[in-house]
C-alpha cells in the first residue's frame, strides 16, 4: 500500500496565478480531507470529500478556493488568483469508507506565493 | 464546533525525563482523540490515539489519557530520547460535528541529550 500520495511536493506560483493540488488517498479509503499548515501554526480543516460529493467545506474560504473528488482519478485543492497569504502545507489526509476515525496523511503540498 | 487547546506551546527536558502535554476540548460529542508528531518539513505521523470509551492507552513509552467528564486528555512520554524532538500536535473528532479533525495549536518539544 503506497499510503497517501500528493503532488507537486512544492509549487510555486506567483501573486495572481491558479494553484492545483493533488491528492491520491490510499487504496480501499474513499474519504479525503485537507487541511492547511501555516508556517509555524497547527493544522486547520478545509474541506471533506466522498467520491463525487463535498461533505463539508466549513473550514475553506469563500472565494478563490474549490475542491474536487472526481470518481476516477486524485483529489484535487484548486485556488485561483494567489495571494502571498497562501502560502502554507497543504495537507491531504485520507480514511477508509468504514468509518474509522483514523486518518492518512500525505506528505504535503508546500505552496510559496511570490 | 469543537476547540481544542493545548499547552504548553514548547516544552524542553533532558534526556531520560518524562514529558507531558496537555489538551482540552469543548465539544461532550467528540468520541477520537490523536496525537501526531511532525518533524521539521515532514507531514503529520499518528503515534497514538484513544477513543472515549477507554480512559487510558499505552504503548511503550508513549501513553495517553482522557478525561471525559473535565473533557481533557494528555500524552505522556517517558523516558525521552534526542529523537523525540519535534512538534506533537493533539487532536479531536466529534461525529456529531462532521468527520474532520480539530487541532491543538501544538507543543514543540525539546529532548536536550
Known amino acids: 500500500n503506497a499510503g497517501v500520495m500528493q503532488n507537486p511536493r512544492h509549487l510555486v506560483r506567483r501573486r495572481g496565478q491558479e494553484a492545483r493540488l493533488r491528492c491520491s488517498p490510499m487504496?480501499?479509503?474513499?474519504?479525503v480531507y485537507w487541511y492547511r499548515q501555516l508556517p509555524e501554526e497547527g493544522l486547520k480543516f478545509m474541506v471533506y470529500?466522498?467520491?463525487?460529493?463535498?461533505?463539508?467545506e466549513s473550514g475553506m474560504p469563500k472565494e478563490r478556493f474549490s475542491a474536487e473528488f472526481p470518481k476516477e482519478g486524485p483529489s484535487i485543492l484548486r485556488i485561483q488568483q494567489v495571494v502571498r497569504g497562501d502560502s502554507a502545507a497543504y495537507f491531504c489526509?485520507?480514511?477508509?469508507?468504514?468509518?474509522?476515525?483514523?486518518?492518512?496523511f500525505g506528505p504535503g503540498t508546500r505552496l510559496t506565493v511570490l | 464546533g469543537e476547540n481544542v487547546e493545548q499547552h504548553p506551546s514548547t516544552l524542553s527536558v533532558q534526556e531520560g525525563d518524562s514529558a507531558v502535554i496537555k489538551c482540552t476540548y469543548s465539544?461532550?460529542?467528540?468520541?477520537?482523540f490523536p496525537w501526531y508528531k511532525q518533524e521539521l518539513g515532514k507531514r503529520p505521523q499518528l503515534i497514538i490515539d484513544?477513543?472515549?470509551?477507554?480512559g487510558e492507552k499505552k504503548d511503550q513509552r508513549i501513553a495517553v489519557t482522557l478525561n471525559k467528564t473535565a473533557k481533557h486528555f494528555s500524552l505522556h512520554i517517558t523516558e525521552t530520547q534526542p529523537e523525540d524532538s519535534a512538534v506533537y500536535f493533539c487532536?479531536?473528532?466529534?461525529?456529531?460535528?462532521?468527520?474532520?479533525?480539530?487541532f491543538g495549536g501544538g507543543t514543540r518539544l525539546m529532548v536536550k541529550p
Open positions: 484513544i477513543r472515549s470509551n477507554v
Open positions: 487504496k480501499g479509503h474513499s474519504h
Open positions: 489526509a485520507s480514511s477508509p469508507a468504514t468509518g474509522d476515525n483514523e486518518q492518512f
Open positions: 487532536a479531536a473528532i466529534s461525529v456529531a460535528g462532521g468527520n474532520m479533525l480539530t
Open positions: 470529500l466522498q467520491k463525487e460529493n463535498i461533505i463539508d
Open positions: 465539544d461532550s460529542a467528540s468520541n477520537y
